[in-house]
């Protein structure tokens, strides 16, 4: 089966690195005609667009932009200058991030479970609407959320996340119903990735890793993979699906196997 997103246009949130920047990468390997990457901080961007040049991303193809993930403006701005830039926005990958709540709902900072909430929650529709305005109510589309296994079922330590992720899945079934049939809308539900984000999950590598029944932890490359699939036509009879790309951990545990 062939995965190509030929003459497409794309734009990744929380694009400087880890999952982000994989996704972009696999997007320019896969056909993109072009692709905007957004960050809050100008210099990660920056820095990021460098390394995807430097791994073979065709420069012209590329469109590094400081965005902050939970601003409406940040939003509307980032795809107007996507579809001036390159005519259209076609897809869509809500993947920034943030976990600053670690700790029991009981315990948790308020004001860190507000930030949670606000870019895992609140920033993807925010992104969605900006995207649906400026190009996919004319010409249709494809968004794929970042959500999580966390979403998924309840764990120890990330329950502000969790709730935040549970929310990103009903969202996605609820914009699949809505936006249909010219926009669909999926999302991939990793387990532990390697990335600087849940660090703190796998502190413990090799315990970390016996936590999926396939023996080892998630890399960027590999939700990057599933992402561009959902987004391809190799997908287009597919949406409100969330696909798990955990290394059989959610149905493992759902099996009691672990």
């Known amino acids: 089966m062939e995965v190509s997103v030929e003459g497409k246009v794309v734009l990744v949130t929380g694009a400087s690195r ?11 390997r896969s056909g993109a005609a072009g692709i905007t990457i957004t960050s809050r901080k100008p210099e990660n961007i ?20 400081a965005a902050r993930a939970d601003s409406e403006e940040s939003a509307d701005n980032a795809v107007a200058a996507t579809v ?14 943030t976990n600053p709540s670690a700790g029991p709902l009981m315990e948790v900072d308020l004001g860190a479970l507000d930030k949670t909430w606000s870019v ?34 309840p764990s120890p330590i990330t329950g502000a ?68 699939f959902l987004a391809s036509d190799a997908a287009d009879w597919m949406t409100g699906v969330i696909l798990p790309v955990d290394g059989g951990m959610s149905e493992a545990s759902s099996s009691g196997i672990a």
């Open 18 to 28: 880890g999952i982000g920047q994989a996704t972009a990468a696999e997007f320019a």
């Open 46 to 65: 920056e820095r990021a667009a460098a390394e995807l040049i430097e791994a073979g991303v065709d420069e012209e193809t590329l469109l590094p932009l």
């Open 84 to 97: 001036e830039r390159f005519g259209s926005c076609d897809i869509l990958v809500n993947n920034a991030g």
């Open 120 to 153: 895992n929650l609140r920033a993807p529709l925010l992104w969605v609407r900006a995207a649906y305005r400026a190009s996919m109510e004319k010409n249709g589309g494809s968004i794929v959320n970042v959500s999580s296994v966390g979403g998924l079922r």
């Open 161 to 228: 996340y969790n709730v935040s992720k549970a929310g990103l899945v009903h969202m996605t079934r609820q914009l699949a119903l809505e936006l249909a049939p010219s926009i669909r809308v999926n999302a991939v539900a990793p387990a532990v990735v390697k990335t600087r984000l849940s660090e703190m999950l796998w502190q413990d590598e090799a315990a970390a890793a016996g936590m999926h029944p396939l023996g080892r932890l998630g890399t960027p490359e590999d939700i990057a993979r599933a992402i561009v």
